[in-house]
Structures are given as structure tokens and as C-alpha cells.
């Protein structure tokens, strides 16, 4: 069963738009992690956020801020004012009882100058 | 620390040949996994270790590969034999804690069958 649903396959925006990018995941846990992780053209795979379900307080960081709703299993991510170096696959993934990460199948960013 | 280091970070080879892909992963670090991309796919979860001993490797497509960890510092995936469709990018991860703390990873070895 696929724990995690990333239903955007790609966005386009201009420089300096924000964007949102949804995840929504599927777990019988009670205690579980979720993550965010950045893939640049370059291949390499950054890890951006992580949250733990007891924790639903949103949080800004920089640029970046999520979205964590428990109620509708969701962990959304926005980049605020977007930049060129900003485009690249975004992952959210999950990690649950079996302690095994699961992706989603990444949302492709791409800011336009 | 340097981070996640795999080798080589590219290979090439023919069907029927033996691969094998290495990794170290960062000092201090009690979970390793090995993670497959392909466009098809996506990211897929191979086989995750915690300290030293395969936990789960339900990911392991079939009895080509083969996956060790004989010291917390050195983990070798292997394919033998290789076949074309096992042509991907394989990334090996590590974590300080299994599930809790976010994972590290390589960057990758790009892997072509021919």
C-alpha cells in the first residue's frame, strides 16, 4: 500500500512565487516521523525538515515553512518567494513502526527567472 | 564528518558481470539503508540495516542481490549477475536512530547495465 501520496507530479512558477507542495500519508501508527528531502539536478538527495506526529506546531524556517495536519494526514511544504536554485524533485517521506523511510514519488519544482 | 560516502559514483557494465557498490556511512550512525531511483519506480528501499544487522529486506528484488555490513563502517551491495534492468542510480543512507531521526545520504552510484 503506498504510505505516501505526492499528487502533484511537477509545478512551474516565476521567481519570487510561492509554492506549495502537498503530501498526504497513510500510517496505522501512532508514533511516526515525516520528512521532507530536496533532489537538485545534481542527484543528491538533501534532507530539508522533519516533524514527529506529536508535534503539529507549524513551523517557518527561512524560506521554508510546513503544514502539519494530523486530521487529514497531511505535511504540506511552501518554499516563500521562490529562486531559481530552488527548482529541483521534492521527496516527503515517511518512517513509521517498521522503521523503514517511505517516499512519495517526488513533486518536480521548477522556478522560471 | 564527510557525510555518506559511496563508490564508485559511476559503473558500467556488462550483462552478467558481478557489481559491487560500497558504502560508509557517517561515524556514529546505527542504521544504514540502500535505496534504488529509477524513473519507473521511484525510490525504493532495498534492504536497511540497524546496527550491523539486516533488519528488513523485504526490498531485495531477487537472489542477485546481496547486501552486507560487517562492521559499522562499511556496507557493500551486490549484484551478481547483473542484468540490464537492474540499470539505476543506488543511494546508500544513514541514520543516527532507526526511524526517529532524519537519514543522510551518498550521492549515489549511477549503475548501467549494457
Known amino acids: 500500500a503506498q504510505k505516501v501520496t505526492q499528487a502533484q507530479t511537477e509545478i512551474s512558477v516565476v521567481e519570487k512565487e510561492d509554492v506549495t507542495l502537498d503530501c498526504v500519508y497513510e500510517?496505522?501508527?501512532?508514533?511516526?516521523?515525516l520528512f521532507w528531502y530536496k533532489q537538485p539536478p545534481s542527484g543528491e538527495l538533501v534532507f530539508l525538515i522533519r516533524?514527529?506526529?506529536?508535534?503539529?506546531q507549524n513551523e517557518i524556517s527561512g524560506r521554508y515553512s510546513w503544514n502539519f495536519q494530523k486530521s487529514t494526514s497531511s505535511f504540506n511544504f511552501t518554499i516563500t518567494a521562490s529562486q531559481v536554485v530552488d527548482s529541483a524533485v521534492y521527496f516527503c517521506?515517511?518512517?513509521?513502526?517498521?522503521?523503514?523511510?517511505?517516499f512519495g514519488a517526488g513533486t518536480t519544482v521548477t522556478v522560471r527567472a | 564528518d564527510a557525510g555518506v560516502i559511496q563508490s564508485p559514483r559511476h559503473e558500467v557494465t556488462e550483462m552478467g558481470q558481478e557489481v559491487t557498490l560500497r558504502c560508509k556511512p557517517i561515524?556514529?550512525?546505527?542504521?544504514l539503508f540502500w535505496y534504488r531511483q529509477t524513473m519507473m519506480r521511484g525510490l525504493e528501499l532495498l534492504i536497511y540495516?540497524?546496527?550491523?544487522?539486516?533488519?528488513?529486506d523485504s526490498g531485495m528484488p531477487e537472489d542477485r542481490f546481496s547486501a552486507k555490513m560487517p562492521n559499522a563502517s562499511f556496507s557493500t551491495l551486490k549484484i551478481q549477475p547483473s542484468e540490464p534492468r537492474d540499470s539505476a542510480v543506488y543511494f546508500c543512507?544513514?541514520?543516527?536512530?532507526?526511524?526517529?531521526?532524519?537519514?543522510?545520504f551518498g550521492q549515489g552510484t549511477r549503475l548501467t547495465v549494457v
Open positions: 517521506a515517511l518512517s513509521d513502526g517498521d522503521y523503514k523511510l517511505s
Open positions: 500510517t496505522r501508527d501512532t508514533t511516526y516521523y
Open positions: 561515524s556514529g550512525h546505527n542504521s
Open positions: 540495516f540497524n546496527n550491523n544487522v539486516p533488519i528488513d
Open positions: 543512507a544513514s541514520s543516527l536512530l532507526h526511524g526517529d531521526t532524519e537519514a543522510f
Open positions: 516533524r514527529n506526529s506529536f508535534d503539529e
